[in-house]
């Protein structure tokens, strides 16, 4: 993994992104902090063309986004026009809203939307990822996860792998496993470490303050393709800019190649 392959995904910023004003304060911060790409998730209504001219100005790739679930399967053409306007060619079903996984219909449906959106999204040169939580590892007859059922079900050409470390563990998977499994398949993952209090009780935290084996995790992610590393803590303990240093500095002292 190279520096130039860990990106910050924007939703840990989202506080600070809600307009043009802060997109553009916030940008000049995480280029200072060192990070040289960006998830587009989590911002405010602003027009492609200034979040564009923005990150150029700041020397930041637009690596990939996250988009509204609903707008990927029923008005797939607009997000792949939004795409193409921000010159990314990744983004990820973010969330399985309103999805009864005891309703078997509710899944058969959303696996079999996800693969014809991601068919139109690769027409079009573009990947569609999923991006799990710890939901999809309900398995509600014993049987397969849903996670399983997405990659089962799924053409590989058309739906990829968006891992997230955190929600991986916290299913109760084994995340280097899921890593290797998705190999020619994980074009991009969400590194987001895990930490335990003495209670049990699971939360975020920065890269390295954690309990997940991120040399096992990267090595298995570049074996199998992975071309973005992007850093994520939904919540922090104070100021988020401090947190995304922190991994950064973490990453840079013990993770690159």
């Given at each position: ?229 992007i850093v994520e803590q939904d919540t922090c303990p104070g100021d988020p800019f401090v947190s995304i240093k922190q991994s950064l500095d973490y990453i840079k002292d013990?993770?690159?190649?």
């Amino acid at each position: 993994m190279k520096l130039s392959q860990v990106a910050i995904q924007l939703y840990t910023l989202r506080d600070f992104c809600k307009t043009t004003e802060d997109f553009a304060a916030s940008m000049k911060k995480v280029s200072a902090i060192g990070y040289t790409a960006v998830q587009i998730s989590g911002v405010g209504p602003i027009p492609e063309a200034e979040l564009v001219a923005i990150c150029k100005a700041e020397g930041l790739t637009i690596c990939a986004t996250h988009e509204n679930g609903q707008k990927i399967l029923d008005e797939t053409e607009s997000v792949i026009a939004r795409l193409q306007a921000l010159g990314t060619k990744l983004t990820a079903y973010p969330y399985p809203a309103g999805v009864d996984f005891n309703n078997p219909e509710h899944v058969s449906t959303l696996i079999r939307k996800l693969d014809a959106a991601g068919a139109k999204f690769r027409a079009a040169g573009l990947k569609l990822g999923y991006h799990n939580h710890a939901n999809e590892f309900y398995r509600p007859d014993g049987g397969s996860t849903f996670l399983d059922r997405v990659y089962a079900e799924t053409s590989p050409e058309n739906i990829v792998s968006e891992l997230d470390t955190f929600w991986v563990q916290r299913g109760g998977g084994d995340i280097v496993d899921w890593v290797r499994r998705m190999k020619g398949r994980i074009p991009f993952i969400h590194l987001k470490d895990y930490k335990v209090n003495p209670a049990g009780e699971s939360s975020f935290c920065e890269i390295g303050a954690g309990t997940l084996p991120f040399k096992r995790i990267i090595a298995e992610a570049e074996a199998g393709g992975c071309e973005w590393f992007i850093v994520e803590q939904d919540t922090c303990p104070g100021d988020p800019f401090v947190s995304i240093k922190q991994s950064l500095d973490y990453i840079k002292d013990n993770l690159l190649g």
